[in-house]
């Protein structure tokens, strides 16, 4: 079976500061990988995901995630946070099942 | 383009209450998903849909919870009784299929339905 890890439950950086999340992954076979954010009362929002190619995947809203298959790694990252950016982000992995299982959430704050 | 939609958005009952939720997916998604999220966790799927067969209901607790899809297309999730611990909030998602592609398994969530069960 598949599985996630966001080590850190919470990130706290300044506005304009780079911004990093982390996610590392165990799964049979190839990876797919999917980050999503969560504001408040609403739903999950496909921020971008790695299929094949090149390790760094860009996405939404400035995000991008690199992929490292010998750290089983998929870290998020963004240049330069706003406070916009303040949320609750999860990084998820698809099985051989289709199914998507996802890690337990980092909440992100971002200070002006 | 309109996004999943689902209601109600919140749901207040007593335990051994019967509820349901609603979704609707994006149009032209053949696979729909019915997600549980329990507070400060993250999604767990509950059951997947390929257009009207339930292809992966093997984390439904069926003693209690139903879904159908009729037509394939809207789909619904019932509680009966409901008890205490269902208190969470369900997630419906869509995709255009399960097969790898540019898009085509990206699974779009809808805004979920925030039950309490008193």
């Known amino acids: 079976a598949q599985s996630v890890a966001q080590p850190e439950d919470q990130v706290n950086v300044a506005e304009g500061n780079p911004l990093t999340v982390k996610c590392t992954y165990s799964?049979?076979?190839?990876?797919?990988l999917f980050w999503y954010v969560q504001y408040p009362n609403r739903g999950l929002q496909f921020l971008l995901k790695?299929?094949?190619?090149?390790?760094l995947v860009k996405g939404s809203y400035g995000f991008e995630a690199e992929f490292n298959k010998s750290q089983t790694s998929f870290h998020l990252k963004k240049p330069s946070a706003l406070v916009s950016d303040s949320a609750l982000y999860f990084c998820a992995v698809r099985g051989y099942d289709y199914k998507l299982s996802f890690g337990a959430g980092t909440t992100v704050t971002v200070r002006a | 383009e309109a996004g999943v939609v689902q209601s109600p958005r919140y749901k207040i009952i007593e335990k051994k209450q019967p509820v349901a939720f609603w979704c609707n997916p994006i149009?032209?998604?053949?696979?729909l998903y019915w997600y549980l999220q329990n507070l400060g966790q993250g999604p767990e799927l509950l059951i997947r849909y390929e257009n009207e067969e339930a292809v992966d209901d093997s984390q439904l607790p069926k003693d209690r919870f139903s879904a159908e899809r009729l037509k394939g297309v809207d789909s619904t999730l019932k509680i009966q009784p409901a008890e205490l611990g269902d208190s969470a909030v369900y997630l419906c998602?869509?995709?255009?299929?399960?097969?790898?592609?540019?898009?085509?398994?990206?699974?779009?969530f809808g805004p979920g339905t925030r039950l309490t069960v008193l």
């Open positions: 799964v049979s076979g190839n990876p797919y």
């Open positions: 790695y299929i094949t190619g090149d390790n």
């Open positions: 149009s032209g998604h053949n696979t």
């Open positions: 998602a869509s995709s255009l299929g399960t097969w790898t592609g540019e898009d085509t398994d990206t699974q779009y």
